[in-house]
Nanobody, 122 residues
């Protein structure tokens, strides 16, 4: 099992940056692909980005491509989401999730964090 805890959310002005972290418990973190999702008020949860177990492969939703960067540090059991050039439409609760290796990009995420709020003001 993997327990995920997000942090780093907050309030930022449009055009600014935030760096989210997702800390994982257990020693199997490196065996999972990791993803970030977000859910804005009144909207469904949407995919943001994912990174393979080795960190060699990444995939981004078109809405964040070129602005967001996912990375991971398996030694620290942590995955990051660097968010630049933030827009008001990026406002959402951001969730990290873990997916089993073997399928790229992942389609099934087994473990989820509690989420961290990101608010972008105009």
């Amino acid at each position: 099992q993997v327990h995920l805890v997000e942090s780093g959310g907050g309030l930022v002005q449009a055009g600014g940056s935030l760096r989210l972290s997702c800390a994982a418990s257990g020693r199997t973190f490196g065996s999972y692909a990791m993803g970030w999702f977000r859910q804005a008020p009144g909207k469904s949860r949407e995919f943001v980005t994912t990174i393979s177990w080795s960190g060699s492969n990444t995939y981004y939703a078109d809405s964040v491509k070129g602005r967001f960067t996912i990375s991971r540090d398996n030694a620290k059991n942590t995955v990051y989401l660097q968010m630049n050039s933030l827009k008001p439409e990026d406002t959402a609760v951001y969730y990290c999730a873990a997916a089993p290796a073997g399928v790229w990009p992942p389609t099934r995420y087994d473990y989820w964090g509690q989420g961290t709020q990101v608010t972008v003001s105009s």
